[in-house]
């Protein structure tokens, strides 16, 4: 296999700023899939990867957790998801000597970027403590050395194990089942800084964390309202589903501080009409909310809603649902009454007709969809927002019918699937019942740590030991230097993964990589070729077959990884057979089906080609398995970000070429952004008002309670039409700005939506920062 040499690294020296794009996809989307594809991996493999990516023998994309139609096409997927099966699969590896080449200080200079492009990580390394390089060990030693540290902590709790969401079913269960026999619920996760929001407010409200629809009710809805999301880079194939639902008759409806590119219009790669036509317009009314403005907008609809009912008493609600399914519409009603108009329009920034015209589509609809992302869970009061969202749709009957129902759209592939599996640090006293019924041990019972708690126990002393399955929790957690110093302070840091990161950087006084199969790969074990499976955000459960050689012949699996890491540590402390969870996954597959409901009879159903779609009371039949036995109408006090004079509120949002923490070139063609990424948008009148210009190189400064100074120096402004007051910078980098203690209530997600910021021209070096010096009243 050929190695070619390490990209050198990038800057922003050369950025290019063009008109935003008003359409997505399209001709140049697969253009833009292909071209990579076919140049890193060669014709073969990319006709290989790509003609089964998605396919019901073939593996499920890894990109994001959209779900797969039951008609598939003969290419069911999108220029993203092609760009992260690349990003995976292309051939280039980590040579030997690159350990010895780059010490740890070498690694930090570099960026994102560079890190990721350097190839597939194949062998394990360890840095010793004290050492400033990691060097090759075997997979015995690198075993031999996180099973003697885990032993000699004081207390399992000292250790914390987190979870991204790429880990397979059997994987996550594996591992969970690891660190509970370990002795410790530490098991934080990505969805604790992504939807971790909508688990809490959907399972007090509706009984069940997850979305109340199935695939095709998009097609039936006739309003779907997409609240906080862009699909056509997040979960481009979305948008086909929305152009179906479009031409069965829905009206749609996007709310968000910027006009993104798929929601306004959107050209499908796949039909000929997509191909040389202008696309479909996908938005019929698109709301341009201010940040943190979803929960007064959804109020204000409430409110409208019940004014209706009020003057043709018996036609408006479904009274119906809401006397045998609900409770709690007496006070709600009382409570939107007391909505204060002006309070909503300082809130959204929209106008009251804009607001009229939205509760009159919702009116008029008999079966309606609410769908929404990061824009919506990632807010101070996040959680009572999601339960708006649940207000409005119970009012008029819409959930647990054909076209309606409430749906989070997930982010990686298979987030939800490792909270079905049990990663969580909280898991429910049913759960874990049955895991010591079938494993014949106690698990701890005491909640574990989340993403945020596990840095604070770290930066106390608490945790002592860290390790990642996937992910790259120091780029993605908020505060980022107080965060690495943190991880820092550790004593050993492990992370799976398949490709280097700021995480294997930014370590404990020891620290280990291990490296592992990705989802392209056939994965042979002693039982013969294996498979994978996973959960998509409408609930689905399907299978996820290799299908080209690994990339380096000594590379473990996730399910050994975990299978010998929990032999090394545990020995014969819990009556487990790890080892016939390595040799055959089937064995994991029918103890999940005997621990986890739903998943009866695994090994055989997840065989169907369709896979299966797990139970779901609240789609199914209407019932809502919350502590009252019904859905339950709340109430909510609303909460609208302060904003004073001259500052602005600014969201941390992704790029087109990223996933994550991983960037796969500098470019945003949709917003018009070309090779740099320390960019700021601001609305133009903004700029005005603050005596900027577009162009102009700023210092972006966080103004929160405390005295610590959090900033990003030097971003280029770009003048953009985003909503009044309101301003974006690209994650992972603005995750400085977010301080850590600023939270969303109740889910204790990172509030990296609503930042409080002040932008100063830039600071020329060596002159005194521009920083406020008390930090303004919020
Ligand atoms: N290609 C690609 N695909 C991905 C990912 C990726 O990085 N790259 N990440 C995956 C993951 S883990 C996730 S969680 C999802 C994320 O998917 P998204 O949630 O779409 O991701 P963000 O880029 O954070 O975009 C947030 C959107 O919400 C809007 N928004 C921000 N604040 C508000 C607000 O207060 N109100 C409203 N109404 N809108 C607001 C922003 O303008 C933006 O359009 O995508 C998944 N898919
Ligand atoms: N400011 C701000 N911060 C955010 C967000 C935001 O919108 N704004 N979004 C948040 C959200 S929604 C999320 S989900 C988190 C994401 O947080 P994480 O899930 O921790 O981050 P990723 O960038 O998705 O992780 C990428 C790494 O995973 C590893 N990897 C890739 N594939 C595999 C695999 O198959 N197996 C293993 N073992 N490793 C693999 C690679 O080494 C890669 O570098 O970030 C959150 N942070
Ligand atoms: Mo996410």
């Known amino acids: 296999m050929t190695q ?13 700023v063009g008109e935003p794009r008003s359409w997505a996809a399209g001709v140049p989307g697969v253009l833009h899939s292909m071209e990579p594809a076919i140049k890193q991996l060669g014709l073969v493999r990319t006709v290989k990867l790509m003609t089964s990516l998605n396919q019901k023998d073939g593996f499920d994309c890894m990109s994001c957790a959209w779900p797969d139609p039951d008609h598939r096409k003969v290419a069911e997927f999108c220029e993203n998801g092609a760009k992260a099966v690349t990003w995976e699969a292309n051939p280039v590896l980590v040579p030997d000597g690159f350990w010895a080449e780059h010490s740890l200080d070498d690694l930090l200079e570099k960026s994102e970027y560079w890190l990721g492009m350097q190839g597939r990580l194949t062998k394990p390394v360890h840095k010793p403590a004290g050492a400033d390089h990691y060097e090759i060990v075997s997979w015995e030693r690198a075993f031999e050395i996180v099973g003697a540290k885990l032993n000699s902590l004081a207390s399992p709790d000292e250790a914390s194990f987190y979870t991204s969401g790429r880990t397979s079913n059997e994987a996550a269960f594996a591992y969970q089942l690891f660190v509970r026999a370990f002795g410790t619920n530490n098991l934080p996760d990505c969805s604790n800084m992504c939807h971790e929001s909508t688990g809490l407010a959907m399972s007090e409200t509706v009984g069940i964390g997850k979305s109340t629809i199935a695939y095709d009710d998009f097609e039936k809805a006739d309003l779907i309202i997409v609240l906080g999301q862009n699909p056509g880079t997040n979960h481009p194939r979305m948008l086909t589903a929305l152009e179906d639902a479009k031409k069965n008759g829905a009206k749609i409806v996007a709310v968000n501080p910027l006009p993104e ?22 938005a019929d009314q698109f709301l341009q909310i201010r940040l943190g403005g979803d929960m007064a907008l959804l109020q204000a609809v409430a409110k409208r809603v019940l004014e209706a009912e009020d003057r043709a008493p018996g036609t408006v609600l479904d009274h119906d649902f809401l006397a045998s399914h ?5 006070a709600f009603r009382e409570h939107i009454a007391q909505v204060d108009d002006d309070e909503v329009l300082l809130a959204t920034g929209l106008a009251r007709t804009e607001i009229d015209e939205l509760a ?9 969809i609410i769908t929404w992302a990061m824009g919506i869970t990632q807010h101070r ?14 009012l ?16 990686h592939s298979n987030v939800q699937g490792d909270r079905t599996m049990g990663i969580w640090e909280q898991m429910s006293d049913e759960f874990l019942d049955a895991l010591q019924a079938e494993f014949h041990f106690d698990p701890p019972r005491a909640h574990g740590v989340d993403a945020l708690k596990g840095i604070t126990g770290m930066q106390k002393g608490e945790i002592k030991f860290w390790m990642g399955m996937g992910g790259n929790l120091v780029a ?42 990705g989802r392209t790969e056939i994965d042979i074990q002693k039982a013969g070729p294996q498979f994978v499976s996973v959960e998509d955000t409408v609930c689905s459960v399907h299978g996820s077959h290799g299908q080209v050689p690994p990339v380096a012949p000594n590379l473990l699996s996730e399910v050994a990884i975990v299978s010998r890491l929990a032999q090394a540590t545990l020995g014969d402390r819990v009556p487990v057979d790890w080892q016939s969870f390595e040799d055959d996954y089937d064995t994991l597959r029918d103890h999940i089906s005997r621990v986890v409901p739903g998943f009866e009879d695994y090994s055989r159903r997840i065989r169907s080609r369709d896979g299966f779609v797990l139970p779901n009371g609240p789609r199914d039949s209407r019932t809502f398995p919350t502590k009252v036995g019904k859905a339950v109408i709340t109430v909510n006090e609303l909460e609208h970000v302060e904003r004073p004079e001259g500052r602005l509120l600014l969201q941390t949002l992704r790029s087109h070429d990223q996933y994550n923490t991983t960037i796969y070139s500098l470019n945003d063609r949709y917003r018009g952004i070309k090779k740099g990424r320390e960019v700021v948008f601001i609305n133009p009148d903004d700029l005005d008002e603050l005596g900027l210009v577009d162009g102009q190189h700023v210092d972006v400064f966080t103004e929160w309670t405390d005295d610590v100074e959090r900033v990003l120096r030097n971003y280029r402004v770009v003048s953009y039409p985003t909503a009044r007051g309101c301003a974006a910078a690209y994650f992972p980098e603005a995750n400085v700005l977010v301080p850590l203690d600023s939270a969303s209530i109740g889910s204790n997600t990172p509030v990296s939506k609503a930042i409080l910021v002040r932008v100063v021209a830039a600071t020329p070096a060596g002159e005194p920062s521009g920083a406020p010096t008390v930090p303004a009243a919020i």
Request: net charge positive; hydrophobic share 35%.
């Open 326 to 330: 609900t409770v709690g519409l007496g």
């Open 261 to 282: 590119a798929g929601l306004r219009r959107y050209k499908n790669p796949q039909t000929a009409r997509g191909v040389v036509g202008r696309g479909t317009d996908i």
């Open 4 to 16: 070619k040499p390490p990209v050198d690294d990038v800057s922003d020296d050369d950025l290019e």
């Open 396 to 411: 008029r009957g819409n959930i647990g019918k054909p076209g309606a129902g409430a749906s989070p759209i997930r982010g």
């Open 476 to 517: 993605a957690i908020s505060d980022t230097a107080l965060a690495e110093k943190a991880m820092r302070g550790t004593e050993m840091t492990v992370q799976v993964s398949t490709k280097l990161n700021r995480s294997h950087a930014v370590v404990g006084d020891e620290a280990l990589i291990l490296p592992t199969m």
């Open 360 to 368: 009159k589509r919702y009116l008029e609809s008999d079966r309606v």
């Open 381 to 394: 009061k996040a959680v009572d927002t999601i339960k708006e969202i649940i207000n409005l749709l119970l």
